[in-house]
C-alpha cells in the first residue's frame, strides 16, 4: 500500500512539474511574441496616427481603410484586434463597427452604447438615417457608401500633395532618387512600377500603387 501511495505521489508531483513547465514555456513564448512587436502608439495618446503605423506595414497599408472618420489616426474602436474580431470589424454589423458595442444585444447600436466608439459617437445623429436613436447595419453601409466620393476625393488631393512634396525638381515625375528619398516604402517597387523602363515614376504610375 505504501508502495502504491507513494508512486501516485510520484506521478502527481511529475505531472504538476510538466504541467508548470509547460505554462511557464508558454508564457515565455508570449512574451517572446509581444516583445517582438513593436510599440505603435509611441506618445500614448491611445491613438496611431499615420506615422506611427508605418512601424506596422500590415496596419500601414490598411490604414486608410481603417480610418473610418478620416482624422488621420486610428482610436481603438478602428484598430484590428490579434483575436481576429478587430474592432471595426465586428461581425454583427456587417464587419463595419465593433460587434461588441451592442451591449444588450439588439442588433442595433443606441447613442449610449456607441460612446465606446468615439466615431460613431461623434456621427451618430448623421449616420442614424430615420432618426429613431439607434444605428442599424444598412444605415452604416449608407452613411459609408454616400462619403465614399468625399474619401476618394481626399485620397487624391493627399495622393497630389505627396506627389508634388517629392517631385523636388518640378518636372512633373520622379526619379529613383527621388521617391527613395521621399517615399522610400515605394522604393523596392520602383522599377515594377516603372512598366516603360524609363526610370521614372508618373502620377498615372503610382495611381494602383499601394498608398505612398
Do not use: C
Request: charged share 35%.
Amino acid at each position: 500500500m505504501k508502495r502504491n501511495s507513494l508512486s501516485v505521489l510520484l506521478a502527481v508531483a511529475v505531472a504538476a512539474i510538466v504541467s508548470a513547465g509547460t505554462a511557464l514555456a508558454a508564457t515565455q513564448v508570449e512574451d517572446s511574441a509581444r516583445a517582438a512587436r513593436p510599440k505603435l502608439d509611441l506618445n500614448n495618446d491611445g491613438a496611431i496616427d499615420r506615422a506611427e503605423a508605418a512601424a506596422s506595414p500590415r496596419l500601414a497599408a490598411k490604414f486608410d481603410q481603417l480610418d473610418v472618420n478620416k482624422d488621420g489616426k486610428l482610436d481603438r474602436s478602428e484598430r484590428p484586434h490579434r483575436d481576429g474580431k478587430g474592432r471595426g470589424h465586428g461581425g454583427g454589423m456587417g464587419g463595419l463597427i465593433d460587434a461588441d458595442a451592442d451591449a444588450d444585444g439588439d442588433g442595433r447600436i443606441s447613442k449610449t452604447e456607441a460612446a465606446s466608439m468615439p466615431w460613431l459617437a461623434k456621427s451618430f445623429d448623421q449616420v442614424d438615417g430615420n432618426r429613431d436613436g439607434y444605428v442599424v447595419r444598412s444605415e452604416l453601409r449608407s452613411y459609408h457608401e454616400k462619403l465614399r466620393p468625399q474619401r476618394e476625393a481626399e485620397r487624391a488631393k493627399q495622393a497630389e500633395a505627396r506627389f508634388a512634396a517629392a517631385d523636388l525638381n518640378h518636372d512633373g515625375k520622379l526619379s529613383k532618387l527621388e521617391v527613395s528619398e521621399n517615399m522610400p516604402r515605394l522604393s523596392k517597387g520602383f522599377a515594377f512600377m516603372d512598366e516603360d523602363r524609363d526610370g521614372y515614376l508618373t502620377r498615372d504610375d503610382l495611381k494602383h500603387s499601394p498608398r505612398h
